[in-house]
């Protein structure tokens, strides 16, 4: 299958500051990808959905001036994580959609953001 | 938002025994997939049913969908230790591009 990348794979980082995770998609284009946050024992919430060229689409409650979503080209998305604070740590996982392979999405590995 | 329920949220076997889960889901769907996520790591697509099928399988996997109620089940047949994580179904949202997901269920298989 397709492979999506994620970089950092964690991260620690003190209140106050930014934070930037990129999101790649490695043997295909991604013309659309997704951002979610997972909190500990609890499911996967959809926070936005990334369009490559265009602005983001953000899902309701979540702070699109908070959570900075980039998707410059076909391979790359980035979500900016501004003013950190410790409830903004969790687990964020991306995932991309290769309309030439069908209907599955392809997700990447996480990354884990703590906030001291 | 989500989309759907998963039942039992925790479920306990031993090792051999079979387990199901169940997914409940509120509208119309394209398709409903099946993810795995062990502790702390990424996601595992198992499987993928579409509304025009009623059961499909892959290796120890049995998955079925009930469109009229609108829920479906995941059997891991003869379970083993390394089945040990969460299970999410997930459905597409209303515009038919990101996933919505169930809560999970956290299923356990002791040896």
């Known amino acids: 299958g397709a492979v999506v990348s994620q970089h950092p794979s964690w991260v620690i980082c003190k209140s106050g500051t930014s934070v930037k995770i990129e999101c790649r998609s490695l043997d295909f284009q991604a013309t659309t990808m997704f951002w979610y946050r997972q909190f500990p024992k609890q499911s996967l919430m959809l926070m936005a959905t990334s369009n490559e060229g265009s602005k983001a689409t953000y899902e309701q409650g979540v702070e699109k001036d908070k959570f900075l979503i980039n998707h410059a080209s076909l391979t790359l998305s980035t979500l900016t994580v501004t003013s950190a604070h410790p409830e903004d740590s969790s687990f964020y996982i991306c995932s991309a959609r290769d309309w030439d392979r069908g209907d599955e999405q392809y997700f990447g590995p996480g990354t884990r953001l703590t906030v001291t | 938002s989500q989309q759907g329920e998963e039942d039992p949220q925790a479920l306990s076997i031993q090792e051999g025994e079979n387990a199901t889960m169940n997914c409940s889901y509120k509208?119309?769907?394209?398709?409903l997939q099946w993810y795995r996520q062990n502790s702390g790591r990424g996601l595992v697509h198992l499987i993928l049913i579409r509304s025009n099928e009623r059961e499909k399988h892959s290796g120890r996997l049995r998955v079925t969908l009930d469109t009229s109620k609108k829920s479906s089940s995941l059997l891991i047949t003869a379970s083993r230790a390394a089945d040990t994580a969460s299970y999410f179904c997930a459905t597409d949202d209303q515009a038919g591009t990101a996933l919505i997901f169930g809560k999970g269920t956290t299923l356990s298989v002791s040896s």
């Open positions: 509208t119309s769907i394209n398709n």
